[in-house]
Each structure stands twice: as C-alpha cells, then as structure tokens.
C-alpha cells in the first residue's frame, strides 16, 4: 500500500503530482465559464460553445487523477495541523466543483455541436463550479503557501546536508519504520 | 509596488496562480489539436484550439511579468536560483514559439485539421512547458522558494555575506574564547534587518529587533529551511517554510514542528560595525 501512496505523492518524479494536475482542471473550468460568459453575449457564437464543452471535458477526465493524488497528499497530513481542516475544505469543494462540470457534460451532449450559445442552465451551473474552484483553488496554495505543506518534502536530505555543512544543529535523525 | 506584485495582500504569490493559466490553456489547445487529427469534427474545433492558445499567451506574458519581480527576489547563492534561470530561459522560448503559433494559426482556423507544422509546434510547447513547469515545482516544493514570503515585512537578503576569517584584518579581538570578526558596517542591519551571513564554517542570520541584535544558524532544525528568509518579532524568528518558531536570544524552540533548538551565536556592534563572534578553536575552516 505505501509503494501506491508514495507513487501517487510523486515520489518517482521528485515531484508532488498533485499540484501537477492541478493546472488543468482549473484554467479549462474558468476558461468554460469564461467562454460561457462571452457566448452568452453573443460573442464568438458556436466556437466558443464548443471550447467550453471541450474544457470541460477535459478538465474532468483530468479531475479524476488529480482527486486520487489530491487524496494521497491530503493523507500526509496530521489531523491535528490547520492545514487538515483547510484541505478537507479544499477537497469538498472540489469534489462538488466536478461534479458540477461533469453533470455538465451530459446536459450539453446533444446541443454543443451546433447551439449558438449556451444555455442558461448550463451557464449558471458553470459559473457556480468556477467559483468554487476559485475558492478551493485558492485554499490550495494556502496550505502551500501558508502552511508549507509539501515544502522540502523530497528535499530534506539535501537541505540537512547543507545545514551539515553550515555546522548547523540539525533535525533529529528519524528512525526508519 | 513590489509587494502587491509578489501577492502580499492575498497571501499567495502571484505568479504561481496566473500560471496555471497558460500551462492549462495550451495543453487544452493540444489537445484541441489532436482531436482534429483524430477525428473529422469540423473547422470549429480548430478554431477552438486557436481561442484557447491565444488566451494562453496573453496570460503567459501577464505571468511573466510577475515571475520576473519574484525572479529577482531570489538570493543570489539560493541553491534554487540556477533552477529558477534555467525555468525563466525555458519558458522565455515557451512564450516566443507561442507568439508565433498564435500569429500563423490565425489564418487557418477555417481548416479541418490544424496544419501539421503548428501541430508540431504545439506538441514542441506542451513539452517544453511541462519541463519548465516541472522546473517551477521543484523551485517551490524542494527550494521552498517564496513559501511563506507573504509573511516577511522585510527584505530578502539578497546576497551572502563571506567573511574570511583568515584574513586578519577582519579580526576584532577576543573575548574569552570567543573570535569576534567584521561582518558589515552597523548601517547595512538599520536598513535590511536580516543579514546572511558564512563565517568560518558556519551559517548564521542576524536579526536586528529595536534595539537587540541577535545571530542564530540560519537552517530550521525541522526541514532546514532558511530562517534568513523568515519573519522576525517579538524576539523570536518563523521560518518560512513550516511556521517553527525560536527564540533568537536562546535558539530555543517555541513553537513547532521542529524540536531542535538551534545554535547562537555571540553578536555585537561596536565602534559602527557589526561583529559576530564564534568559538576560537572552533573556527572549522
């Protein structure tokens, strides 16, 4: 079980994947919303309903990767840090973002190819996901930013090496489980 | 100025939020690019393809715009910043094979297909962004670089300071056992607050608060993060990276997660100049 949470963490990459993916769900949803918005007001006609149907699309297939590894990172954290509740907060949220967009999807199925414009539904509803993935998105480099969560994570060797080499007091060796 | 454009006020850089946007934007546009390949929709989604770079670019370029101001925020010696030039160069090409992506495909968004040579081009800047891209996670998960930044109301320190302490001119006499050495005139600490300093083996940050000046080892003991690029108040530094804190009279820790106190050094200013002090026979070079 630990090779799958530290394959998931990013371990292999030196890289937490997580924050990786992230990327693309967030720019293709609030580019759908924006290209809502725009065809809403007549501006760009089908193209644009088709972009948006795209992103969408693409960003919940992306959803799905980025959820597991969002999970395996939200699993290194204690229970007892802020950055738990802030990251419960974070997950909640966009899980019900996906599940916004990808209801979506189906909605828009038959009409996408040659509709004009949006529909109103369809357009409310891409709207509420893109603000929350606002929200959420933000929470999200919170808990980085703020909370340094991830931070140094596959880096502790080098930095404890550097702070050797500074004659530093250094962390306490950890005992290997 | 430079700190609404390094994100303060939101507490979250700038420039790690606006990427998003051109990374997403134009692996969607790839994307867009190879359904046209794939399957025979119709010239729409080459059209498509061509919003969504578009969008990208101008985003990109916003982007930049940020990264360079937290780009030159960097230390000089970070063990990040080669990485940090290496991301900048990458994504400088990124930007320009973009720009032109953009301009060419604007003629030919009525086709069926996006035209092979800028579908090449794409499949050349999704990789190479994802290469800079990388580059730039490294820059904040493993360097830790503009982590915790929000917090600091004072400057970075730009640069190390080497004090060479075989050079006796940089001698200022002893004390006991203790080696005092010129680190910098007192004026540098009235307008940096915070100096880096490598002197004889080690590396220390001092810290001056009002009156007291105080001189720790600039590695937390949690993940050795640089205390240097922490906030300092109430007598005690936060590193930047996990929120520990220290008292920087006693290197005691007072809050977590570390559990190591750290190192002290002997600080003083005396005739105008800073003088830091290390143990005489300890000097390790």
Redesign the interface.
């Known amino acids: 079980m630990g090779w799958v949470l530290d394959f998931l963490k990013g371990k292999w ?4 994947l997580h ?2 993916l ?7 949803w ?2 759908a919303a924006f290209c809502d918005f725009l065809n809403r007001k007549n501006i ?1 006609g ?3 309903v ?2 948006s149907y ?2 969408i699309l ?1 960003g919940v297939l992306v959803a799905v990767p980025t959820l597991i590894t969002g999970i395996a990172d939200f699993l290194e954290i204690k229970r007892e840090k802020p950055a738990w509740k802030i990251g419960l907060a974070h997950g909640i949220l966009n899980l019900i973002a996906t599940g916004i967009f990808a209801y979506n999807l189906p909605l828009r199925w038959h009409t996408f ?1 040659t509709a004009p414009m949006t529909l109103d539904l369809e357009w409310k509803l891409s709207l509420a996901g893109a603000i929350l993935i606002l929200v959420s ?2 929470l999200g ?2 808990i ?5 969560i ?7 060797k ?3 090496e ?2 050797r ?8 060796e950890k005992k290997k489980k | 100025m430079k700190e609404l454009f390094q994100g303060k006020p939101f507490r979250h850089p700038v420039h790690t939020w606006l990427v998003h946007f051109p990374i997403g934007l134009f692996m969607l546009s790839f994307a867009l690019d190879l359904y046209t390949w794939f399957r025979d929709f119709s010239s729409t989604v080459v059209e498509a393809a061509y919003y969504s770079m578009a969008v990208g670019v101008v985003m990109a370029l916003v982007a930049a715009v940020f990264g360079l101001v937290d780009y030159l925020d960097i230390r000089r010696d970070h063990p990040g910043k080669a990485t940090a030039t290496w991301h900048m160069l990458i994504n400088i090409v990124v930007i320009l094979l973009y720009l032109v992506n953009t301009y060419a495909r604007a003629e030919h968004v009525d086709e069926m297909k996006t035209p092979l040579p800028l579908f090449l081009m794409s499949l050349a800047g999704v990789s190479l962004i994802s290469l800079s891209g990388y580059l730039g996670g490294r820059m904040v998960y493993d360097e830790g670089i503009s982590v915790g930044r929000h917090r600091r109301t004072i400057a970075t320190p730009s640069r190390t300071i080497h004090v060479n302490t075989t050079e006796k001119s940089n001698a200022r006499g002893k004390e006991g056992k203790i080696a005092y050495y010129f680190v910098a005139p007192a004026e540098r600490l009235e307008k940096k607050q915070i100096l880096r300093v490598a002197i004889g083996g080690y590396v220390a940050m001092i810290a001056k608060l009002g009156e007291e000046i105080y001189a720790v080892q600039d590695f937390c003991t949690h993940r050795s993060g640089p205390l240097s690029e922490g906030q300092v108040c109430e007598g005690q530094v936060q590193c930047p990276w996990h929120n520990s804190r220290f008292d920087l009279k006693t290197g005691k820790v007072t809050q977590g997660p570390a559990k190591v106190e750290l190192k002290t050094f002997p600080v003083r200013v005396k005739e105008n100049e800073i003088q830091l002090g290390i143990e005489a026979d300890e000097s390790q070079e």
């Open positions: 990459l030196k890289h937490p924050p990786a992230v990327h693309i769900p967030i720019a293709a609030i580019g760009g089908n193209v644009l088709q972009l795209f992103a693409v190819r998105s933000y480099g919170y980085v930013y703020q909370h340094g991830g931070v140094a994570r596959f880096s502790k080098e930095w404890k550097l702070a080499q500074g004659h530093a007091n250094l962390p306490p």
